[in-house]
């Protein structure tokens, strides 16, 4: 349903200079001693992990246990009480912001935009011009399943739809980090697999650093080449576990892969430790 690649085929990119925010520069994503408190609730406690550049992590964990405070404090949002968070060297919070991509969990569509005009935001944002910025994303319309409603206001659209719009300005702003927080939490299965096998393929084809927060312990298992799991409330990194890579993209390879015997044994642990870390 959904075609392979994110932005269309322009002109072949120089290698980024040195200081370029698309330059990798040592680890992709890295958090040391990463703790946030609002006002009596520590919502992150101690938080260390890393990413390397073009790693894909999941995060999991019970409901308020701070995965998506993690996210927003990465992309220099929400500032850090305690500790220091690295983005592909930048460790200042508009440095980091310039390399992130956000798709929060709440859509945040502007309400008297249209889809494309949505979705475009963050290229307008880069500077391009509003007919440029059209050109960039009117493409990925029809492959996110939004092309006959392109003039379509937030109000007008399902909330399955209103995510796929936030899913592809995320992607459509082009940044070498994606965090990503429930993206296909309000879509119907076949819609949702069908966005999951299109991201795998286009990270497959274009790779970046991604962080990926689900309550879906498959989603991140598909996805990601490491799971870790945060406890309840103050959130620890109670778990990690590497996921092998496995071959082919689209949805045979993902039903192949959901009936491997491995790859349950994989999935089975990861619940066992949800379950401890409630
Ligand atoms: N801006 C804020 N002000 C006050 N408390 C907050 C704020 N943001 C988050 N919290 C609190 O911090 C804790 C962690 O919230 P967070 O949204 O990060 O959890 P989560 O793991 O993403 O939850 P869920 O899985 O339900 O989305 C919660 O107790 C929440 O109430």
Same mark, same amino acid.
């Given at each position: 349903?959904?075609?392979? +690649? %994110?932005?269309?085929?322009? @002109?072949?990119?120089?290698?980024?200079?040195?200081?370029?925010?698309?330059?990798?520069?040592?680890?992709?994503?890295?958090?040391?001693?990463?703790?946030?408190?609002?006002?009596?609730?520590?919502?992150?406690?101690?938080?260390?992990? %890393?990413?390397?550049? *073009?790693? &894909?992590?999941?995060?999991?964990?019970?409901?308020?246990?701070?995965? %998506?405070?993690?996210? %927003?404090?990465? $992309?220099?949002?929400?500032?850090?009480?305690?500790?220091?968070?690295?983005?592909?060297? @930048?460790?200042? #919070?508009? /440095? +980091?912001? =310039?390399? $992130?991509?956000?798709?929060?969990?709440?859509?945040?569509?502007?309400?008297?935009? /249209?889809?494309? @005009? *949505?979705?475009?935001?963050?290229?307008?944002?880069?500077?391009?011009?509003?007919?440029?910025?059209?050109? &960039?994303?009117?493409?990925?319309?029809?492959?996110?399943?939004?092309?006959?409603?392109?003039? !379509? &206001?937030?109000?007008?659209?399902?909330?399955?739809?209103?995510?796929?719009?936030?899913?592809?300005?995320?992607?459509?702003?082009?940044?070498?980090?994606?965090?990503?927080?429930?993206?296909?939490?309000?879509?119907?299965?076949?819609? +949702?697999?069908?966005?999951?096998?299109?991201?795998? @393929?286009?990270?497959?084809?274009?790779?970046?650093?991604?962080?990926?927060?689900? !309550?879906?312990?498959?989603?991140?298992?598909?996805? $990601?080449?490491?799971?870790?799991?945060?406890?309840?409330?103050?959130? &620890?990194?109670?778990?990690?576990?590497?996921?092998?890579?496995?071959?082919?993209?689209? #949805?045979?390879?993902?039903? =192949?892969?959901? =009936?491997?015997? =491995?790859?349950? #044994?994989?999935?089975?642990?990861?619940?066992? !430790?949800?379950?401890?870390?409630?």
């Amino acid at each position: 349903m959904f075609a392979r +690649r %994110s932005v269309p085929p322009t @002109a072949p990119a120089p290698e980024p200079a040195p200081g370029d925010p698309r330059r990798p520069a040592g680890p992709g994503v890295e958090l040391r001693g990463v703790a946030k408190r609002f006002g009596d609730i520590t919502a992150v406690a101690g938080a260390d992990l %890393s990413v390397p550049p *073009n790693g &894909r992590l999941g995060v999991v964990g019970p409901s308020g246990c701070g995965k %998506s405070t993690l996210l %927003s404090m990465i $992309c220099g949002l929400t500032g850090p009480d305690a500790g220091t968070i690295d983005v592909l060297g @930048a460790a200042d #919070a508009p /440095g +980091r912001l =310039a390399r $992130c991509a956000w798709m929060p969990q709440r859509d945040l569509l502007l309400p008297w935009r /249209g889809v494309l @005009a *949505n979705a475009r935001i963050p290229l307008e944002n880069q500077g391009l011009t509003r007919r440029e910025a059209s050109q &960039r994303v009117r493409p990925l319309l029809d492959r996110f399943g939004l092309a006959e409603f392109a003039d !379509h &206001r937030p109000a007008q659209l399902s909330g399955g739809m209103r995510q796929r719009v936030s899913f592809l300005r995320t992607v459509a702003a082009d940044k070498p980090v994606l965090l990503l927080d429930e993206p296909f939490g309000a879509l119907d299965s076949i819609t +949702r697999a069908d966005l999951q096998d299109w991201l795998r @393929a286009m990270l497959a084809d274009e790779p970046r650093t991604v962080v990926l927060v689900t !309550h879906d312990v498959e989603e991140a298992l598909l996805l $990601c080449d490491r799971v870790v799991v945060m406890s309840a409330r103050p959130g &620890r990194i109670v778990a990690s576990v590497d996921v092998p890579p496995y071959a082919g993209t689209g #949805a045979a390879a993902r039903r =192949a892969r959901l =009936a491997d015997p =491995a790859f349950i #044994a994989l999935r089975d642990s990861v619940l066992a !430790h949800l379950e401890s870390a409630r």
